[in-house]
């Protein structure tokens, strides 16, 4: 048996030609969505990453600022800067690139975010929200998750959904939102002593951890949806995720490979989210 590859690439790209019609409308009504993203530092990777995303709503068409800033940047410096975002009218979303510097506190930081304007749906009144199964902004990386599952045809509900990993960004809302869709839902971690025993009983297996390949085919059941949240390199060099693909794609039925699988949703729920508070924003003024 051989698996069917989910690609977030084509997915993503149908959201977004949605997106674009979406924008068009807004544009017409005199809103241009507009996306903030903060970086502090130097850091390779979030540059990267930046880079992506000014990139994508640039394509879409909507306004994308880079406020960039030094390593030394203080805690107060970046407060005030979020607090002028959160009365600027043009922009809708407020993102600020993970990790900060040592110095900064990551929770006052995105506590400070004006939650109609928090697109990565990290601030304390989203994350609440999200809990209670209210209408909210979603973390973009499981929001994109569901997406990749509902455009796949898989329905989660009395499915056994076993997520590794427990961070605030990926494993703990993905859990919740796939409890959401009456998924029966198993929490594992780098603690969990049992972990293939439990991973073998998953129908849909998420796995977020960070560590290169540490999901072989011995840990999966035959059948199961494997989605691989990692991004990681191999001895090459070269992008790999948490899964080992190339072993796992001949026992499950759904696979997401990396890159091309859960990367794209990101960026592009990112976008959603945008262009979500720029709609509200509309609605408002109605």
């Given at each position: ?6 690609s ?14 979406r924008?068009?409308y807004?544009k017409?009504?005199g809103?241009?969505p507009?996306?903030?993203v903060i970086?502090v530092?130097?850091n390779?990777a979030?540059?990267?990453y ?6 994508t709503?640039?394509?879409?068409g909507?306004?994308s ?6 390593a030394d ?9 979020i ?8 922009i809708?979303g ?15 930081v995105?506590?400070?975010?004006d939650?109609a ?6 601030h304390p ?8 199964g209210?209408e909210t902004?979603?973390?973009c990386?499981?929001?994109g998750v569901?997406k990749l599952?509902e ?6 509900a009395g ?8 961070s605030h960004?990926?494993?703990?809302p993905?859990?919740?939102l ?11 971690h780098?603690k969990?002593p049992?972990?293939?025993e ?5 129908d849909i297996?998420?796995v977020?951890?960070?560590k290169?390949k540490?999901?072989t085919s ?5 059948g199961a949806?494997?989605i691989d949240?990692?991004?990681?390199r191999?001895e090459n060099?070269?992008l790999?995720?948490?899964v ?7 026992k499950?039925?759904y ?12 960026i ?5 989210n945008?262009v979500?508070?720029?709609?509200n924003?509309l609605?408002?003024?109605k």
């Amino acid at each position: 048996m051989s698996s069917a590859l989910i690609s977030g690439k084509e997915i993503g790209q149908e959201i977004r030609d949605d997106l674009t019609e979406r924008i068009i409308y807004l544009k017409n009504q005199g809103i241009t969505p507009g996306l903030a993203v903060i970086l502090v530092g130097d850091n390779a990777a979030s540059k990267t990453y930046v880079s992506n995303k000014q990139k994508t709503c640039e394509a879409l068409g909507m306004n994308s600022r880079l406020l960039s800033f030094e390593a030394d940047l203080t805690e107060s410096e970046l407060l005030q800067t979020i607090h002028s975002l959160n009365q600027d009218p043009s922009i809708h979303g407020i993102l600020v690139q993970l990790p900060l510097p040592v110095h900064i506190g990551e929770s006052a930081v995105l506590a400070a975010i004006d939650p109609a304007k928090d697109v990565d749906g990290f601030h304390p009144i989203s994350v609440g929200k999200m809990m209670l199964g209210q209408e909210t902004f979603l973390p973009c990386t499981p929001y994109g998750v569901m997406k990749l599952l509902e455009f796949s045809g898989i329905d989660p509900a009395g499915k056994h959904a076993v997520v590794v990993g427990r961070s605030h960004i990926v494993g703990k809302p993905m859990g919740q939102l796939l409890l959401q869709k009456d998924a029966t839902v198993t929490y594992a971690h780098s603690k969990t002593p049992n972990l293939k025993e439990i991973t073998l009983q998953a129908d849909i297996l998420v796995v977020a951890v960070g560590k290169t390949k540490i999901i072989t085919s011995d840990y999966v059941k035959n059948g199961a949806v494997v989605i691989d949240v990692g991004m990681n390199r191999d001895e090459n060099n070269r992008l790999c995720g948490d899964v080992d693909f190339e072993t796992v794609k001949e026992k499950a039925s759904y696979i997401t490979p990396v890159p091309g699988g859960v990367g794209p949703m990101t960026i592009t729920m990112l976008m959603a989210n945008t262009v979500q508070s720029a709609e509200n924003e509309l609605r408002q003024d109605k």
